[in-house]
């Protein structure tokens, strides 16, 4: 019919056009894309579209529906798949990096897929099958999972936070590797783990019982995550201390740095480690590496992992909020007792209001000199430490006024919302904050010695950029304060 050729051909013309956004559209079994990479989709459905050796690295299909299609051959690497529901066929298809926050997979099978380190957050799995698929470092925070079968799939290095477990099988071995969640998967409802081939399936209480008998083997082979993952279960933190000393100790040896990424990430995540014990992995690392035998690739290979292993370990372990401060300020280089004065102040700010923070200073010898603090923690402490700063420095309430704002009209749109409580902590931060300078304003000093300072004129710029939690609204991840702005 020429009618729906031409139909058709300006479809496809439409689809082709670089950098389109097509906007609730319905495309059937007649669509035939050969390339899907970097192009948007909103609102749109998909229905037995079938989608063989597509290219789809880096496309968008944000609140769409693909119902009864087939993905096979295809890489949808770095896909964003937001709000998206799939009832699909994936064959041999890469989904790594991927972005799958608030989806639903549901009545699929996968056979032969990759989700590495794909992202899961709110996201519903359900009765899904997976087939020779893997998941190794992916991150499922928030999710369901329910009526799955993950027996024929690898879990090494994946992360579960927060996530619920109804009638799951998960896999005998690799469910030993994850680096975050075990104990969780242990305590969901009706879980059961098998072999890959399906002859050895037991429940949750059998499962325990024998991997209790296996750390013997696991400590002769060297499968530090798991002893580690057994240890941490059984309470013996002294010994999954031990364990992954041992485990960065091999690693080290035999220059294995993937084992050396994930135990240092397991040892943060799971927060039960003293700061002195993380610093003591981190010096392991250090100790144990002969950097002069180490190939140049090798070398390169461990530079990275040990800058990793120091963020994760030291300078900001992956469960807390992070925020880099820039003062960029009008002290000359050899003016050291105005820049000593200067530190002293933000670290007496710092002290009283984010006292768990792990902090560093940089001062970065420009013309003139530029100050950067890195600190790690709570998102409720962070924010009140930055507005504190800069305050007293500039003695403006321009920045608390506008996070106030903020946090209003976030607690507006949570308001029937259960994850709410960072906000409503961040509110009361923020009043108690704003009601000390408010009485300082008026004359009462009371003990805010810091707040009731009078300022200064030796910066330029104050600005921040915010490694932040997924509850926090996006216009607080940076912020910047010129003097301009002063009042």
């Given amino acids: 019919d020429l009618g729906q050729y031409v139909q058709l051909t300006l479809m496809l013309y439409q689809f082709t056009k670089h950098d389109s956004c097509q906007k609730g559209i319905v495309y059937g079994a007649e669509f035939l894309?050969?390339?899907?990479?970097?192009?948007?989709?909103?609102?749109?459905?998909?229905?037995?579209?079938?989608?063989?050796?597509?290219?789809?690295?880096?496309?968008?299909?944000?609140?769409?529906?693909?119902?009864?299609?087939?993905?096979?051959?295809?890489?949808?690497?770095?896909?964003?798949?937001?709000?998206?529901?799939?009832?699909?066929?994936?064959?041999?298809?890469?989904?790594?990096?991927?972005?799958?926050?608030?989806?639903?997979?549901?009545?699929?099978?996968?056979?032969?897929?990759?989700?590495?380190?794909?992202?899961?957050?709110?996201?519903?799995?359900?009765?899904?099958?997976?087939?020779?698929?893997?998941?190794?470092?992916?991150?499922?925070?928030?999710?369901?999972?329910?009526?799955?079968?993950?027996?024929?799939?690898?879990?090494?290095?994946?992360?579960?936070?927060?996530?619920?477990?109804?009638?799951?099988?998960?896999?005998?071995?690799?469910?030993?590797?994850?680096?975050?969640?075990?104990?969780?998967?242990?305590?969901?409802?009706?879980?059961?783990?098998?072999?890959?081939?399906?002859?050895?399936?037991?429940?949750?209480?059998?499962?325990?019982?024998?991997?209790?008998?296996?750390?013997?083997?696991?400590?002769?082979?060297?499968?530090?995550?798991?002893?580690?993952?057994?240890?941490?279960?059984?309470?013996?933190?002294?010994?999954?201390?031990?364990?992954?000393?041992?485990?960065?100790?091999?690693?080290?040896?035999?220059?294995?740095?993937?084992?050396?990424?994930?135990?240092?990430?397991?040892?943060?995540?799971?927060?039960?480690?003293?700061?002195?014990?993380?610093?003591?992995?981190?010096?392991?690392i250090e100790e144990n590496f002969l950097i002069h035998s180490l190939s140049y690739n090798e070398y390169k290979n461990y530079l990275q992992e040990l800058d990793s292993a120091k963020r994760m370990l030291i300078d900001k372990p992956p469960e807390r909020d992070s925020i880099s401060i820039s003062i960029q300020t009008t002290i000359p280089q050899d003016d050291y007792k105005r820049l000593s004065e200067t530190i002293r102040i933000i670290d007496a700010i710092i002290l009283e209001t984010s006292p768990n923070a792990i902090c560093h200073f940089e001062i970065r010898h420009n013309s003139p000199i530029e100050l950067v603090i890195q600190a790690a923690d709570a998102i409720i402490a962070l924010l009140p430490m930055f507005a504190t700063i800069e305050y007293v420095l500039n003695k403006s309430t321009t920045y608390i006024e506008r996070l106030q704002k903020i946090i209003i009209n976030q607690k507006q749109l949570k308001k029937n919302k259960t994850d709410n409580a960072t906000i409503e902590q961040l509110y009361n931060q923020v009043e108690n904050l704003k009601e000390k300078i408010d009485n300082i304003q008026k004359g009462n000093h009371g003990n805010h010695e810091l707040l009731a300072l009078p300022g200064t004129d030796e910066y330029n710029r104050i600005s921040y950029t915010l490694s932040n939690s997924y509850d926090i609204p996006q216009s607080l991840r940076t912020y910047r304060t010129e003097k301009k702005d002063k009042i």
């Avoid at 990759?114 to 799995?125: G, K, M, P, V």
Wanted: hydrophobic share 35%; aromatic share 16%; glycine share 4%.
């Fill in 33 to 284: 894309p050969n390339s899907l990479q970097n192009k948007h989709f909103i609102d749109c459905t998909f229905d037995k579209t079938n989608f063989s050796g597509v290219r789809a690295c880096n496309v968008s299909l944000e609140n769409c529906i693909l119902k009864q299609c087939v993905i096979a051959n295809s890489n949808f690497k770095f896909s964003d798949l937001t709000d998206t529901k799939l009832y699909i066929m994936g064959m041999a298809s890469s989904f790594d990096s991927s972005d799958f926050s608030n989806a639903t997979l549901c009545n699929s099978q996968f056979e032969g897929c990759s989700f590495s380190e794909a992202y899961f957050f709110n996201t519903q799995l359900l009765n899904t099958r997976f087939i020779h698929s893997e998941f190794e470092g992916a991150i499922f925070k928030r999710t369901y999972l329910e009526d799955l079968d993950l027996s024929k799939t690898t879990l090494d290095f994946a992360e579960f936070s927060q996530a619920g477990f109804n009638k799951v099988v998960f896999p005998y071995w690799s469910t030993l590797h994850i680096t975050k969640g075990f104990s969780d998967i242990l305590s969901g409802n009706d879980i059961y783990f098998s072999t890959s081939d399906g002859t050895h399936c037991i429940n949750q209480t059998q499962y325990i019982e024998e991997i209790r008998l296996l750390i013997p083997y696991f400590s002769d082979v060297g499968d530090f995550l798991a002893l580690t993952n057994i240890f941490i279960l059984e309470g013996e933190i002294k010994k999954a201390y031990n364990s992954i000393i041992r485990g960065l100790k091999d690693a080290a040896k035999y220059s294995h740095f993937k084992l050396l990424k994930y135990l240092c990430r397991m040892a943060s995540l799971v927060g039960l480690f003293s700061k002195q014990e993380l610093h003591n992995f981190y010096n392991t």
